[in-house]
């Protein structure tokens, strides 16, 4: 079992240009969208979050359910739903505003135990800036941490929601001994400053860059203090828009280390030059579906091959 911890929430999506442009609902949030990925992918997965018992929260919910994850880990609330207002530029690339002030995701609290047959637990985006949530959510990385599972960490990086970025780039940092696959956009990576190589020395056993349609590049940890290097181009496709692309990387890779039974620190520097070429071209495919479609639409297990 794959637990993804993080908000839920509605992306609304301009139908064209202009402040006034018509707003479409969406389905969204970075965990959420990984989650479903991972449901569509066929990984035996669960959602841990706090979700409004609005109808936003109820459509949340639903689409989980029809992906095959399990929600019994789900917290409710009377609050309401988290929006964002998305921005597409000329390439689809998303821009976000927030209107996240006393909505029921931010009020997470650490549950009480995982769903049984828990491997690995993944982390990121809005949830870990939010208080008190964020508090909640970070505790819960160190607990899972500590008790020896698998942890996935994709900060995710939205700016207009940090007040302070020295405080979150610090409080990035203290994340990194709890995490075992670190994942990040270039953009991020670039935000937050650092390099892979001091990021792996805090603590993961690999770390993921994404480089938009150029493709993915892992670092990984070997024993004995050298670094490798792997590298994987971008599948070609006409782009739609590039919302979830992300959070399809995500899914992919878990779903990938699952299906070869890799969901642990030893696994990862273990994989090899070819078990990571064929992961990361994977996740590059995935990711490729859902840039050619409208919307954080991650593909299904049939639409794949070579997992």
Request: aromatic share 6%; charged share 20%; glycine share 12%.
């Amino acid at each position: 079992m794959i637990v993804v911890a993080g908000e839920a929430l509605i992306d609304l999506v301009p139908q064209g240009a202009g402040a006034l442009a018509a707003l479409t609902p969406a389905l969204g949030g970075g965990p959420y969208n990984t989650a479903v990925a991972l449901g569509r992918l066929g990984s035996p997965t669960a959602f841990c979050s706090r979700v409004s018992r609005d109808p936003f929260g109820e459509a949340l919910l639903e689409r989980l359910r029809e992906s095959g994850v399990d929600v019994s880990a789900v917290q409710r609330g009377p609050e309401p739903t988290s929006l964002a207002v998305a921005t597409l530029d000329e390439g689809g690339s998303a821009a976000y505003s927030f209107y996240v002030e006393g909505t029921a995701d931010r009020l997470f609290t650490v549950p009480q135990g995982l769903p049984e047959g828990t491997r690995a637990v993944s982390f990121g985006t809005c949830s870990l800036v939010l208080e008190p949530g964020a508090s909640a959510y970070e505790e819960l990385l160190r607990e899972a941490s500590g008790r020896g599972l698998f942890t996935a960490l994709d900060p995710n990086v939205r700016t207009g929601l940090i007040a302070d970025p020295d405080a979150y780039r610090a409080r990035f940092r203290s994340w990194l001994p709890s995490v075992t696959l670190l994942k990040l956009s270039a953009e991020d990576a670039e935000w937050l400053g650092g390099t892979p190589r001091e990021w792996l020395e805090a603590g993961p056993a690999a770390v993921v860059v994404t480089h938009g349609g150029d493709g993915l590049t892992a670092f990984v940890r070997e024993p004995g203090g050298v670094d490798s290097v792997y590298v994987a181009p971008g599948e070609k496709v006409d782009v739609v828009d590039t919302i979830g692309a992300g959070d399809t990387v995500n899914a992919a890779l878990l779903h990938g280390l699952a299906a070869r039974d890799a969901l642990s620190a030893a696994a990862l520097t273990g994989l090899g030059p070819e078990g990571w070429q064929r992961l990361l071209r994977f996740a590059a495919r995935a990711a490729a579906v859902t840039c050619s479609r409208a919307g954080a639409e991650p593909p299904y297990a049939a639409e794949l091959t070579g997992a």
